[in-house]
Nanobody, 118 residues
Framework: QLIESGGGSVQAGGSLRLSCAASGRTFGYAMGWFRQAPGKEREFVAAVWPSSGITDYTDSVKGRFTISRDSALVYLQMNNLKPEATGVYFC????????????????WGQGAQVTVYS
C-alpha cells in the first residue's frame, strides 16, 4: 500500500511537500508521482529509480519540483507552485521501465489534494 500525505492549499509561488509511505511489497520498485486535474487525465509528474536514484520530471516542473526517496518514504518537494499545478497527486510504484506511463504502475495511493490559488 501507498499512503500520501502533505497536500493542502497554497498561494501561487509557495511550496508544499508531499510524502508517500510505501509498504515492503513495493521495495525495489520505481516510484512515481502523478497528478490529475478536474476533468483531465492523470499525468506524469516525476519518478525516481530504486537503486540508482536517477530521477525524471515532466518538463513543466523541472527546476521547481524535486522527487526523492529515503527507505520506504518518497517525497515530492514542490516549489514556486503555479495554479496549473492544482489537482490530486498520486504516489505510485512500478517495476516497469516505462515510468512516464500511468498504465505501467500497479500500485497507487489514495491521492492528496493540492490547490494553488492566485
Amino acid at each position: 500500500q501507498l499512503i500520501e500525505s502533505g497536500g493542502g492549499s497554497v498561494q501561487a509561488g509557495g511550496s508544499l511537500r508531499l510524502s508517500c509511505a510505501a509498504s515492503g511489497r513495493t521495495f525495489g520498485y520505481a516510484m512515481g508521482w502523478f497528478r490529475q486535474a478536474p476533468g483531465k487525465e492523470r499525468e506524469f509528474v516525476a519518478a525516481v529509480w530504486p537503486s540508482s536514484g536517477i530521477t525524471d520530471y515532466t518538463d513543466s516542473v523541472k527546476g521547481r519540483f524535486t522527487i526523492s526517496r529515503d527507505s520506504a518514504l518518497v517525497y515530492l518537494q514542490m516549489n514556486n507552485l503555479k495554479p496549473e499545478a492544482t489537482g490530486v497527486y498520486f504516489c505510485s510504484a512500478t517495476r516497469s521501465a516505462s515510468t512516464r506511463r500511468a498504465v505501467a504502475y500497479g500500485y497507487w495511493g489514495q491521492g492528496a489534494q493540492v490547490t494553488v490559488y492566485s
